[in-house]
């Protein structure tokens, strides 16, 4: 549903059509409106805009009936209000309207920002006319944009008092109050109301996008405001420009004014039933009136509201005050013709500067006679006196007269009565969850009937949160939302969005359910206490009805279950468990303070008081001893420690607690844990070991019902005992290294020579202080290497030795803070050195060159503190090889272009691509690569501008080949210079060459074959690369240089054609396919012939088309045609007819000679453009499911493109066959 704020009285809205309006001069000049009659004073309502003749400011009235000018046309603009709504009044009229205090309309909320002219400081504007100060630039850029200072306003003096000081600041970048918001990358706008998000309906509606006309802002977060249920439509946030419900008042001390509000119920009909004892039209509005507060809070103890019309007292039943659809009051007395509701501690209280509606509501009287029809009934506040305050003075307007109704009578009104409200539990547990609390039926009669309001009330001495997710039921549906119980008491399902409908001669059961959260020794008993706190509703009349009781001419009294205390709650309970996180597993040999469990105890109803507890242990081995045994109750220790518990499940350690151990009722745990220490006589590695909590004899006691309780027996999880010492091994992901997958070239920096492995005990976490590794035994590592180092995860442990030993040696490493490695865990250390540029070894057998020392890992254990250094023995870790330099294989890519036709004039066609590899030793910077094109001498010059690409950008120079003579044999060699191209160890680029097409006139071949190929021999032994490796340093050439393989071969790409123009040729969209019916001309295949587009516009000839045609089953009676058509089938669109088969030989392929297509003269086709050919056969021979398939192969298409004949290329043949099922 959309939450609409209303405003003004009668059908006033305002128009959301922004118009321009013409501030002529000073403040407030708009262009005039037509006159009005001359001496005649219109009937303004609140919220309506004037003018007076000559006059430049434009007014609104407020709901008092005051007048408000509009500063500016800025300010008139932020409530988007239209120029056409403006009356104008004679000037004599002027007078019937007081001055508004403040006298001006301000800014509409969250459009711009204000600061006084005198002083810096920056306020944003709130709803109420109110102004709140920001402290920080950071906000305003938040909520109103980088450009926050051009919506600042200074104001003047003599306005800011328009504005109401906020009582805090706005210190946070949240959208406030009266802001239009959207965040960033979404498309909701919302209305920020309340501190909530209401989305703005409407938009779309309205013919606006974005904000829908309405000044907003993009924020980049809505600061945790939570979106309403609710909308708000798009008018609603131009309502009350004049924001009287926060203005500031004249009066002061206390004081209130009163007036009648603009939203008095207006005249209307209210129903009477004509049937005795039945309940009439209930909860009526009659009158509504405005309470105004001046500079303190009001308190209003008494008012007074004085029947008129023609009707009698007795005509009413009930009457009430509410605020909106909260219940105030109840009437104290009501005598000649005056009604009257009196609290001397107050009826209400307005706030300072605030104004509350209250309205008068009442039932009309049941009785044995019902109120006739054409009644008149009114209420007004006629006099001063009448209202009564705590202080201060009353003013206003007097009398406050509101709209009479009329009573007519009718004979089907529809009622509610309720009955079965009896049944409810007797007893309910502490901490039941979804339990029944009371049921009762509710019944209609003549019309569909909506329950649309329950309170009930609490009766008894639980407390307010002992009973908690309150829910009405309606057969089995919730109604309206959860509730919880108010410190009244009390609990209010308002159902006007989600009512109880109850048809007219059908019943409901309603349920009330709840969660019970506490209340152990107590009760309750839930109730309808007054005629008001339900309330139904006539969708027929659409009237409010009272509700009866038991019957519907039943008058209504007090609804209980009984006259008792109603529903007991249960004593408390204890319930003890094991929590989920108690310990599991391993735990350490000579450990202190070793968590063995985690018990939970959990306290229902009520608390609890535990007094003592007993803990027993059980173990594998010969009667382990714990030491030290203590409880921590939610990490504090409760009792005193045990020095000593045997683990034979029979000697208890025994704890008392006085008043330390009490478990809060409700859903708080405690925790209470079993510590000890395992450094006790006979506990060895590979024992087991648990403790359990012995069951109690009256060891527990509820605190508020004093019941004797006793605790369960628990046990915890079998724990094994671990040694914690450390261990160390070779990693496995990390291989030997060989001379296919070398460990680094000479000269290489930071090379991985070896990794290992560091894992920590099962039983608990160490903390490791140092890593002691060793050289080889024969090789020292002076010989290949140096700065030495380790790492985990990239990140260096200790120190670097820079100069290492020629002989034997230990090398030790020392982390700046000890490495803890949690209990069973693993730690990976990788080790490196710089490979020196006279690495001994280069090339030679692989070896491991570095081991870990004996008992490498110095460590302590966390829990223990105890040594856990590892116990291992000398041991090699990776082989190590090391090359000389790295090798470079250079091979056609298995995804080369194929051979293709290029058209002349293209430009940047690929000629083939070619993949450099580098292997595992080191990186490889290519400076200098030649490429080479096979093809004649008269043709070189039609390919020009060859470019490499990586990546598929260009990569260097454009080349032309060079002019004469071949460079190599049959190859022309382009030579790229200057590359800066790196071919990282174990990977490979690909590098495609491409190259612009001499067009026709300037010499291009038609019909010139290229080869592009890296030739391994380019001339003079020379090599067709340029490279080095990155970290050797050596030239990559001879047999570190291989082209194509290890045995040096060139290596080409596919064959590529140039001609004027190409060919290509598809089957027809519609060519059949699939079913087929015999027939003497069948079309039986259809193909498009499409020339391309290209620089000279050159036409190609299709000069002979044949046709690869396969069968199954077809058997030949007798010669058959096959005609073959261009564009349609016509005797003048015949391309070539043939006899296909004969009575002796089978249909085949089809043989069309040249000089018999098109009587040899060919068919020519346009530059793009295309042509259709229609193949039309006899197929009378096809018998039934036998097939034929149509296809075109390699070379059945012949074509001319005016230069070169007889082609028989085209590419993209073979075409995917096409079969006809008979």
Known sequence: M??????????????????????????????????????????????????????????????????????????????????????????????????????????????????????????????????????????????????????????????????????????????????????????????????????????????????????????????????????????????????????????????????????????????????????????????????????????????KFTRTGIANDADLGSLYLYEGTTKLAEYNSFNDKVVTFTNNSGLFTVAAGQTKTITLRG???????????????????????????????????????????????????????????????ATVKADEANKELWRMTMHADSQDMEVRYVKLTMVGTIDTD????????????????????????????????????????????????????????????????????????????????????????????????????????????????????????????????????????????????????SVTCN?????????????????????????????????????????????????????????ADTTGANIASGDNLSVSLVVGTANAQGQTTMTTLATTAETGRTLAVKSGTVSVAENSSFSDKTATNPTGTVNAKEAQIASFTITAGSAEAADVTQITLADNATTGMASNYQNLKIKHDGVQIGSTVSSLNSSASTYTFTPSTAIRIAAGQQYVVDVYADIKSSAADAGEVAYAPIRYAANAITATGVLTNASANSSNSVTDLQNHYISANGNLTVTVDGNTAPALQLVLGSTQQELGTFKLEADAAEDINVTDLVVSVSTTATQQGTLKNLTLYKDGVAFGPAVNLPIGAASTGTYWNATFSGLDLTIPRGKNVLLTVKADVTTFDLGGTSGGSYYTAMVYNIGSALEPVTSVGKSSGASITGASLDIGAATDANIVANEMMTYRTKLSVAFANDTPSGSATGGTDSIVAKFVVSNSTNVGSYSATLE????????????????????????????????????????????????????????????????????????????????????????????????????????????????????LTF
Not at 398 to 410: H, I, K, L, S, Y
Not at 1177 to 1189: C, E, I, Y
Request: hydrophobic content about 40%; some cysteine.
């Open 466 to 613: 002992d009973v908690t997710n309150l829910r009405l039921e309606s057969n089995g549906v919730q109604v309206g939302t959860t509730m919880g119980l108010s410190s009244e008491k009390t609990v209010v399902f308002d159902l006007a969005n989600s009512a109880i409908k109850i048809p007219a001669g059908q019943s409901r059961v309603v349920v009330l359910r709840g969660d019970m959260a506490g209340g152990s020794g107590r009760s309750m008993k839930w109730s309808i206490q007054r005629i008001s706190d339900i309330v139904s509703y006539d969708t027929e009349y659409n009237v409010t009805v009272s509700v009866a009781k038991d019957a519907l001419t039943t008058a209504f009294s007090l609804i209980e279950p009984e006259t008792g205390d109603g529903t007991n709650v249960s004593a408390g309970t204890l319930t003890v468990g094991l929590a989920s996180e108690s310990p599991t597993g391993n735990i350490p040999d000579a450990g202190t303070n070793v968590e063995f469990a985690n018990f939970t105890f959990e306290a229902a109803g009520e608390a609890v008081k535990v007094d003592n507890l």
């Open 619 to 675: 173990g594998t081995g010969s009667n382990e001893v714990l030491a030290n045994v203590k409880l921590l109750l939610n990490g504090t220790q409760v009792g005193t420690t045990d020095t000593s518990l045997t683990c034979n499940n029979s000697q208890t350690a025994d704890y008392t607690f006085g008043n330390t151990f009490v478990v809060p009722a409700g859903t708080t745990v405690s925790n209470l844990k079993v510590v």
């Open 1104 to 1219: 002979n088309f044949n046709l690869a045609i396969g069968n199954t089953g077809v058997s030949a009676t007798a010669a058959r045609t096959l005609d073959v058509y261009k564009t349609s089938v016509s005797t003048a669109n015949l391309l070539a007819t043939t006899n296909w088969g004969t009575a002796h030989m089978n249909i085949g392929d089809t043989s069309i000679a040249e000089a018999s297509f098109n009587s040899g003269n060919g068919v020519s086709i346009s530059a793009g453009g295309s042509l259709t050919l229609i193949v039309q056969l006899d197929t009378n021979d096809a018998g039934n499911d036998d097939k034929l398939s149509f296809n075109l192969a390699a070379n059945d298409v012949e074509w001319s493109d005016g230069s070169a004949t007889s082609i028989t290329e085209v590419d993209g043949l073979p075409l995917t066959a096409k079969t």
């Open 2 to 303: 959309s939450d609409v704020l209303k405003f003004g009285k009668k059908l006033f809205t305002f128009s959301v059509v922004a118009v321009t309006i013409v501030w002529s001069m000073g403040l407030a000049a708009l262009v005039p409106a037509a006159a009005y009659a001359v001496d005649t004073c219109p009937e303004l309502e609140a919220g309506e805009l004037f003018k007076v003749p000559n006059g430049s400011a434009v007014y609104m009235l407020t709901s008092d009936l005051d007048a408000m000018y509009f500063p500016s046309e800025e300010i008139f603009k932020s409530w988007n209000l239209s120029f056409t709504n403006v009356t104008q009044i004679p000037n004599s009229c002027f007078d019937n309207y007081e001055q508004a205090n403040p006298a001006g309309v301000n800014y509409r909320p969250g459009t711009y920002l204000l600061k006084r002219v005198e002083s810096p400081s920056i306020y944003v504007v709130l709803p109420g006319n109110q102004r709140q100060k920001v402290t920080e630039p950071a906000v305003l850029e938040a909520l109103y944009g980088s450009n926050w200072g051009t919506l600042v306003r200074d104001v003047p003096s003599y306005y800011w008092s328009n504005y109401v000081a906020a009582a805090t600041d706005l210190t946070t970048a949240v959208p406030h109050d009266g802001m239009v918001v959207r965040k960033t990358g979404e498309t909701k706008v919302y209305y920020v109301k309340g501190s909530t998000l209401y989305e703005v309906t409407g938009l779309q509606a309205a013919g606006m996008t974005d904000f829908g006309g309405v000044k907003g802002y993009e924020v980049a977060s809505l600061g945790g405001l939570t979106v309403a249920a609710t909308t708000v439509t798009l008018n609603s946030i131009y309502e009350d420009p004049t924001q009287v419900s926060n203005m500031s008042s004249v009066v002061s001390g206390g004081d209130v004014t009163v007036s009648l509000a603009a939203n008095t119920p207006a005249a209307a009909d209210v129903l009477t039933d004509s049937t005795a004892n039945e309940y009439p039209q209930g909860n009526i509005g009659f009158t509504s009136v405005n309470f105004k507060a001046g500079s303190e809070a009001a308190v209003v103890k008494t008012v």
């Open 363 to 425: 039932d009309l009287a049941r009785g044995s006679t019902s109120v006739s029809g054409g009644k008149k009934i009114g209420f007004d506040i006629v006099s001063v006196d009448h209202v009564a305050l705590n202080g201060g003075t009353v003013s206003g307007t007097f009398p406050a007269t509101g709209n009479q109704m009329t009573t007519v009578a009718v004979a089907d009104l529809g009622h509610v009565y309720v009955d079965g409200y009896t049944t409810f539990p």
